[in-house]
Antibody
């Protein structure tokens, strides 16, 4: 069964850092690009970042550019999101998703919650 | 990049058909046949329902269909069922660097 599981969320103070992880299983991770998407409480979905299968192509939404860094370890079948300079508006559920041709996201994890508050 | 525009809510009775619109611009929805739709039940992760405007992934009911005209894409749910009550989001490819924009979301209520 194809599965994505995020971890690493929690409570962090404004200005702090956090690293999210996403463990993949049930498919050949090395052949798929991946994304991070978030959803603030009561709000809609927001695409954050994309990484190609071999990490050669990386893109970010303007809202997180310069603060967040996406990476992956194909040997560990894992995706990461390093978040720094966190703000209250970064409070959200963060989902990792499997990408299909950069045109849609066909598999989603259950999400991990990040709360930025003092 | 602004979010695609969806109605905040749409409702219908069991068995009826409803349509959710997703309006973008000539730079996103109007330029590419890469519109996708996602269903999200409360407290759950989104689920892909339609990709590339009108294609259904394996396992998705054929009661769900998608279309596009100009800068507006649409999701139609026919034979509405209680389990269809959820939030629905459209998404479009934008460009080779920005990649994705989502819609504002529509809450579907089954009366």
């Amino acid at each position: 069964e194809v599965h994505l599981e995020e971890s690493g969320g929690g409570l962090v103070q404004p200005g702090g850092s956090l690293r999210l992880s996403c463990a993949a299983s049930g498919f050949t991770f090395t052949t798929y690009s991946m994304n991070w998407v978030r959803q603030a409480p009561g709000k809609g979905l927001e695409w954050l970042s994309y990484i190609s299968s071999g990490s050669s192509d990386i893109y970010y939404a303007d809202s997180v550019k310069g603060r967040f860094t996406i990476s992956r370890d194909n040997a560990k079948k894992s995706l990461y999101l390093q978040m720094s300079s966190l703000r209250a508006e970064d409070t959200a559920v963060y989902y990792c998703t499997r990408d299909e041709m950069r045109y849609y996201m066909d598999v989603w994890g259950k999400g991990t919650t990040v709360t930025v508050s003092s | 990049q602004s979010a695609l525009t969806q109605p905040a809510s749409v409702s219908g009775s069991p068995g009826q058909s409803i349509t959710i619109s997703c309006t973008g611009t000539s730079s996103d929805v109007g330029s590419y046949n890469y519109v996708s739709w996602y269903q999200q039940h409360p407290g759950k992760a989104p689920k892909l329902m339609i990709y590339e405007v009108s294609n259904r992934p394996s396992g998705v009911s054929n009661r769900f269909s998608g279309s596009k005209s100009g800068n507006t894409a649409s999701l139609t749910i026919s034979g509405l069922q209680a389990e269809d009550e959820a939030d629905y989001y459209c998404s479009s490819y934008i460009s080779s660097s920005t990649l994705y924009v989502f819609g504002t979301g529509t809450k579907v209520t089954v009366l």
